[in-house]
């Protein structure tokens, strides 16, 4: 008897293995995302052409797709999991498990399986009857639930598929970190609670979105959670970045060597604060291509939730796919909010910490908006951890000409109403209602230039110097 589930899920595990959306494989074989979607539901079958079809482009027989046999499972299988799963689970019981499920899911699917099973948040388990008769009479009856992982080979295959369909089912199309983060959510439009929805419109894949009661909604698109923010007008920054080609160049690009001066580094004072807190929520705010949280991902060792917001849906969407791809770490889920960051659709007092690297100065007229943002997200307790451009002294021949030359510059160089010494500035985070904010000193001001002429074109307040600000919100 053909076995229409079975069958179904063969052909979503090859068609995932090749890299395919369900809109894609359609294309290729000339039917509707909608067929294929019947397909793998074990609703309908592919006829025989079709097979011949999806055997030609998987190179596989069609007998393998149909019966699963040797050559299915020899060509289907994952190799060994990934160091980075592996790490997650020091028992081989649990790694046997996933094993078994890498056949059937794609390295995404694994990766969130893992990263949920390794929180406790995921178990699994083989349900079996017990049935005691007299006379072909049932007397009675109980249920009894087995670990997954410690059942034998042949058991663990034979199920593996259907633990696999039902995950899909239960974890839906949502990341696990758009699952988590709408728990923090808040319409920006109204202050109500966001719950994540998926729509369904065209009976194919489901759309995820996040909607409030009072009916405003804001999709998930490429990946980024769309609140329709615009980049400030005449500041198009991220434009110059024309494809992900040109995002890729910036992101392998050495820098300015200014921003990497000092004794140590500005990045790493930040990374052995993080590390010191180990933080279960951090948001990125106006984090642009990431260049700060970059160093700090490669190292985060603990489960946690990071959120990376900018105005620019454009360079988050860019964000997404190279943080996912290249700079994976399997305790991170990174969400993506495109938004105004002066106004987060984030819950009062819910982020253990906000980062900024140069993202606060990045929104120019709104920098102490985003500022006191920070504040408000922020549990009681919880720390802003940024780096802020400094002046040396007001009273300061040095300071004093940097100031004039500063402000002579027209409005297209987008210039912030204010300049702070140190003094200055931990007042301001005083006011703001920080009830203590560690200052650490990373460079000094540059020498002020010998002539009367501005002396950079872009990114004009590197002329500054540069601190480590850690401030803290009373617990």
């Not at 017990?130 to 049932?138: F, N, W």
């Not at 993506?336 to 106004?343: G, I, M, Q, S």
């Not at 002329?463 to 850690?470: F, T």
Request: hydrophobic share 35%.
């Amino acid at each position: 008897m053909i076995d229409r589930e079975q069958i179904g899920i063969r052909i979503a595990v090859l068609r995932k293995k090749a890299g395919l959306s369900q809109q894609a494989l359609a294309d290729k074989l000339g039917v509707s995302a909608q067929a294929v979607s019947k397909w793998e539901g074990g609703k309908n079958l592919p006829d025989i052409d079709m097979f011949r079809e999806l055997a030609w482009l998987f190179r596989m027989t069609i007998d393998s797709i149909v019966e699963g046999d040797l050559l299915f499972a020899q060509k289907s299988v994952q190799k060994e999991l990934p160091a980075s799963i592996e790490a997650l689970f020091p028992d081989v019981e649990r790694r046997r498990l996933l094993q078994s499920l890498s056949t059937y899911c794609s390295d995404t699917e694994l990766g969130n399986i893992a990263r949920e099973m390794s929180r406790g948040n995921l178990e699994l388990w083989i349900q079996a009857g017990i049935a005691r008769m007299e006379a072909g009479t049932l007397q009675e009856e109980r249920k009894v639930s087995i670990p997954a992982s410690i059942v034998g080979e042949n058991t663990l295959r034979e199920t593996a598929p259907y633990f696999a369909k039902s995950l899909g089912e239960m974890m839906g199309n949502a990341e696990p970190g758009l699952l988590r983060l709408a728990e923090l959510m808040r319409c920006p439009e109204c202050g109500e609670r966001l719950l994540t929805e998926n729509r369904d419109e065209n009976k194919d894949e489901c759309k995820v979105c996040f909607a409030c009661k009072n009916g405003h909604r804001y999709d998930v698109t490429d990946g980024v959670v769309y609140f329709g923010s615009r980049e400030i007008p005449g500041e198009l920054w991220s434009l110059y970045m024309k494809n992900y080609q040109d995002y890729l160049g910036e992101q392998r690009h050495p820098g300015n060597p200014r921003y990497q001066m000092g004794a140590v580094p500005c990045s790493e004072v930040r990374w052995q604060t993080m590390k010191k807190l180990r933080p279960r929520i951090i948001l990125d705010i106006a984090c642009g291509t990431g260049g700060g949280l970059k160093y700090d991902l490669q190292r985060i060792n603990w489960p946690c939730l990071v959120i990376m917001t900018d105005v620019s849906h454009r360079i988050l969407k860019y964000n997404k796919r190279y943080f996912t791809e290249e700079m994976a770490n399997p305790y991170v889920d990174i969400v993506c909010l495109a938004c105004d960051c002066a106004r987060l659709p984030v819950r009062d007092g819910c982020i253990d910490m906000v980062v900024s690297n140069g993202g606060f100065e990045s929104m120019q007229t709104k920098m102490m908006d985003g500022f006191r943002e920070a504040y408000r997200v922020l549990k009681p307790g919880g720390h802003a951890v940024y780096n802020i451009s400094i002046l040396g002294d007001h009273a300061s021949e040095n300071t004093k000409k940097w100031e004039r030359l500063y402000y002579s510059l027209d409005e297209s160089y987008s210039l912030h109403e204010k300049l702070y010494d140190i003094e200055e500035w931990e007042e301001i985070c005083r006011e703001t209602g920080y009830s203590s904010t560690e200052t650490k000193e990373i460079y000094g001001e540059l020498p002020a230039p010998e002539t009367d002429t501005f002396p950079f074109e872009n990114e004009i307040m590197q002329w500054m110097g540069e601190y480590l600000c850690v401030s803290e919100k009373q617990a």
